[in-house]
């Protein structure tokens, strides 16, 4: 009778996970973006898949790196705050730094959004007077 280890081990010529790649169709697909997407910031150097040939392989690395641009992308910051943050772990201090460098960045973001925040509702605030007062004005016509 098979030991429990011995249901969960790979066959010989399985990949560990750790090994596992991707294609870019598939990457575009996980990350619901387009395969144009993906080689731009292959082009900008945000990603770096292996080339064998003429195929783009995608380490989990890339995926990671993938993962990390499209969230900073999804928050508003622009592409070369996200490469210096994603750079950063790399760097001698790594996460560390890298956590203070994005805590600023935060800091900075958020601000600015409040700021559009307070932009917007004053605008809204301002079209609503001005609505009622062309009501206003249209009802006195009648």
Do not use: K, N
């Not at 292996?50 to 783009?56: F, K």
């Not at 070369?80 to 001698?92: F, H």
């Not at 600015?112 to 206003?136: K, N, T």
């Amino acid at each position: 009778m098979p030991t429990p280890a011995a249901d969960v081990r790979r066959p010989r010529d399985a990949p560990a996970a750790a090994d596992r790649t991707w294609t870019i169709a598939e990457v575009a697909e996980e990350f619901g973006v387009t395969h144009r997407t993906v080689r731009h910031y292959e082009d900008l150097g945000l990603i770096s898949p292996e080339r064998r040939g003429t195929t783009r392989v995608y380490h989990r690395r890339d995926r990671t790196r993938l993962s990390l641009v499209l969230r900073g992308r999804r928050l508003g910051f622009p592409l070369d705050e996200i490469r210096t943050i994603i750079d950063l772990y790399d760097a001698p201090r790594g996460r560390r730094s890298q956590l203070e460098y994005v805590l600023a960045q935060i800091d900075e973001r958020r601000a600015a959004l409040e700021q559009r925040r307070r932009d917007l509702e004053a605008a809204i605030d301002e079209l609503g007077r001005f609505e009622r007062r062309c009501r206003d004005d249209l009802d006195r016509m009648r």
